[in-house]
């Protein structure tokens, strides 16, 4: 590995790691990490038996104010008329109950999500209706609450960023696991302006995610939120910012090499599916993709030296239309001196 590149990667550490400390800034009490393995059976114990004894009391249909589409959750008291969040388990139509599995601290996470609303595509910009990758930006409101039902937090205000790669750069705020997890399974809204100026969020996605602690904040209370608890939050996704980790021109989203909206860094030794050179950095934060010692961001460029669009590069022989290409940029074996 060149010295630029361990460089380079040794600063996203950098980066991590005081993003990480700041993240903590708010700690009331830490008391000691049980292993993962021990917590996660009774998280999901309490987040199935959530799933099965509450239903949706009311969504808000109030649109352009801040309150619509606010989802709230009760205990079911009539079974006969208050279907459980768990009946909607992988329906046909909305709302619907899916789940991932998630690899995190050695276990097998289920997360589940709840669909209430897609986000669709609309106004002048005919923007919406777009997914966010786990290291995309989200402008979004949400409502926390415990399993109890309690209230710990919430926000209608969709002009703050929440970063999912946990990171605060770009005046985001770093964001807990579970956000990460849960928000690629939403889609986006659009905007637009009221008459008074401020701004209005329209055919927004709309749902809830339900987080086992270790997902969360785990064994470090929050004011007011004790250690260990699962939490529920109903979320709604405005809007989302694009980054570009490696800075290579190519937006973190479209080097996902699955499309399955989710790129991480894995323990050496297991094999990602968003690495072309396999050399342990995903592509997205990766700044010579294919491993050739030539950086991406001069592979994309044509004969005059001006970037193609992402749709357009080439693979080594000049072909720009078969969507099943190699893209130059991942072909290690393609010479792109002197194009
Ligand atoms: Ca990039
Ligand atoms: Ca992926
Ligand atoms: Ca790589
Ligand atoms: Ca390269």
Redesign the pocket.
């Known amino acids: 590995m060149n010295k630029i590149k361990l460089n380079f990667i040794l600063l996203i550490a950098a980066v991590v790691t005081i993003s990480s400390c700041n993240k903590n800034d708010d700690d009331v009490e830490v008391t000691p990490p049980k292993p993962y393995a021990e917590q996660y059976p009774i998280d999901s114990l309490a987040i199935n038996n959530y799933l099965k004894t509450n239903y949706i009391s009311e969504i808000v249909n109030h649109p352009g104010f801040p309150d619509d589409q606010d989802v709230t959750i009760k205990k079911i008291t009539d079974a006969g008329t208050q279907p459980s969040l768990w009946s909607y388990l992988n329906s046909p139509t909305l709302p619907r109950l899916t789940f991932r599995n998630v690899s995190a601290h050695g276990i097998t996470y289920k997360v589940y999500t709840l669909l209430i609303r897609e986000g669709i595509k609309g106004g002048d910009k005919a923007t919406g209706g777009e997914y966010p990758s786990n290291v995309d930006a989200v402008f979004a409101a949400y409502k926390g609450t415990l399993l109890d039902g309690t209230v710990f937090d919430s926000s209608n205000n969709g002009q703050a960023q929440y970063n999912l790669d946990g990171t605060t750069h770009d005046g985001g705020t770093g964001v807990i696991r579970g956000w990460s997890e849960g928000f690629p399974q939403f889609k986006t809204g659009w905007t637009s302006s009221n008459s008074d100026g401020t701004i209005k969020y329209n055919d927004f996605g709309v749902g809830v995610m339900f987080l086992p602690s270790g997902l969360g904040y785990y064994n470090t209370a929050q004011t007011t939120i004790p250690a260990y608890s699962p939490i529920v939050f109903s979320i709604k996704l405005y809007e989302l910012k694009r980054f570009d980790h490696d800075l290579d021109g190519i937006p973190s989203f479209q080097e996902d090499l699955d499309g399955d909206r989710y790129m991480n860094t894995f323990l050496s030794g297991v094999a990602n599916p968003d690495d072309t050179d396999k050399d342990g950095i995903p592509d997205f934060n990766d700044f010579?993709?294919?491993?050739?010692?030539?950086?991406?961001r001069g592979?994309i460029k044509d004969k005059d030296g001006n970037y193609y669009t992402f749709d357009k590069i080439p693979d080594c022989s000049g072909d720009q239309a078969n969507p099943d290409r190699l893209k130059r940029?991942l072909d290690?074996t393609c010479i792109k001196m002197n194009q």
């Open positions: 010579d993709d294919d491993g050739d010692n030539y950086a991406t592979e940029h290690a």
